[in-house]
């Protein structure tokens, strides 16, 4: 199993659970590929000069909640709703592949 992140929380699967059944293999894939749209959201919108040192403090610790303090100093937008409408986004595009 792949690490927590901080931004797990926002990933809840409860609305795709009717598409992927009971198999815990896509389960888990979905839940990867949910994570990868979250972090390339948050890489969009963050400046690229500062791109180098979140992914490596996030690789340290991907589940540490002080990124969440780290990242509203580096960008003005609305980090959870960012996040979240990727998600959304991604979501979708996950059931209509299914």
Do not use: C
């Amino acid at each position: 199993m792949t690490k927590a992140t901080f931004y797990d929380h926002l990933l809840d699967l409860s609305d795709l659970e009717k598409h992927l059944g009971k198999d815990e293999e896509l389960t888990l894939i979905a839940k990867k590929t949910l994570r990868n749209h979250a972090l390339v959201s948050i890489l969009e919108i963050l400046p690229k000069d500062k791109h180098d040192h979140f992914l490596q403090e996030f690789a340290k610790s991907p589940s540490d909640q002080k990124h969440w303090n780290w990242l509203k100093n580096e960008i003005t937008e609305d980090l959870v709703k960012v996040i979240k409408t990727e998600i959304a986004r991604a979501k979708k595009d996950i059931i209509k592949h299914l």
